[in-house]
């Protein structure tokens, strides 16, 4: 069973910044690609950015420039740091593993269980 847990969501004023983590833990060969999504209400579930296990990163363009995103392979870490939020940044942002849990397997894609962002003054 594996698990993705964020952490680091919250209110912060337009502006200003806000960092999250997801932690992935269980059994877990490789991961091969780790990102950040977020859904607004009402609005579909949109990719914000991903980085892959080469640290290849990928990034919507309403958020090049002001979000970075990093992972720890070691830990099995991603971290999503977002400077100068907008209120369209506002939404539960989820974090995404496309692992597999033995060698040469299949490939796997998880989800944590979100966390809100607020951009509001």
């Known amino acids: 069973q594996v698990q993705l847990v964020e952490s680091g969501g919250g209110l912060v004023q337009p502006g200003g910044s806000l960092r999250l983590s997801c932690a992935a833990s269980g059994i877990i060969f490789s991961i091969e690609v780790m990102g950040w999504y977020r859904q607004a209400p009402g609005k579909q579930r949109e990719l914000v950015a991903t980085?892959?296990?080469?640290?290849?990163?990928n990034y919507a363009d309403s958020v090049k420039g002001r979000f970075t995103i990093s992972r720890d392979n070691a830990k099995n870490t991603v971290n999503l740091q977002m400077n100068s939020l907008k209120p369209e940044d506002t939404a539960v942002y989820y974090c995404?593993?496309?692992?597999?849990?033995?060698?040469?397997?299949?490939?796997?894609?998880?989800w944590g269980q979100g966390t809100q962002v607020t951009v509001s003054s």
């Open positions: 995404n593993a496309v692992l597999n849990v033995e060698y040469a397997g299949p490939l796997f894609n998880y």
């Open positions: 980085i892959s296990s080469g640290a290849t990163t």
